[in-house]
Nanobody
C-alpha cells in the first residue's frame, strides 16, 4: 500500500505562486507515475499534471501548461507541483495520485492510490 499526503495549499492572490508537495510512504514510488488532479466546487475532478518514472516524461493539461511544473525527488519519495501565475479559476482541492504505470497519464483510471487533497484558493 502507498499512502500519499499533500501539503502546501493555501490562500494566494491572483498572480501569486504556491508549491504543493505530495509525500509518499509505505513503498518507494520512484518507479510509479505520479499525477496531480483538482476538483473545483460542484465540478468533476480533472487532470492537472503528471510525471512518469523518468523525470523527462511529463504531461500537462492545456489550462496549466506554461504556468505549472511537476517534479519529483525520489530520494525524498516526494512529488511537487510548482504553481505560478495563479488565477482564480485554479481554485480547487488538489489531489496527488500514484500509479503502477511508469508513464505519465492524464487518465485517472491509471492511478491506484490517492491522497486526501489540499485546498488551493486564489483570490482576485
Amino acid at each position: 500500500q502507498v499512502q500519499l499526503v499533500e501539503s502546501g495549499g493555501g490562500l494566494v492572490q491572483a498572480g501569486g505562486s504556491l508549491r504543493l508537495s505530495c509525500a509518499a510512504s509505505g513503498r518507494t514510488v520512484s518507479s510509479y507515475a505520479m499525477g496531480w488532479f483538482r476538483q473545483a466546487p460542484g465540478k468533476e475532478r480533472v487532470f492537472v499534471a503528471a510525471i512518469g518514472a523518468s523525470e523527462r516524461n511529463t504531461y500537462y493539461s492545456d489550462s496549466v501548461k506554461g504556468r505549472f511544473t511537476i517534479s519529483r525527488d525520489n530520494a525524498k519519495n516526494t512529488v511537487y507541483l510548482q504553481m505560478n501565475s495563479l488565477k482564480p479559476e485554479d481554485t480547487a482541492v488538489y489531489y496527488c495520485a500514484a500509479g503502477y504505470t511508469r508513464l505519465a497519464s492524464p487518465s485517472s483510471r491509471y492511478y491506484d492510490y490517492w491522497g486526501q487533497g489540499t485546498q488551493v484558493t486564489v483570490s482576485s
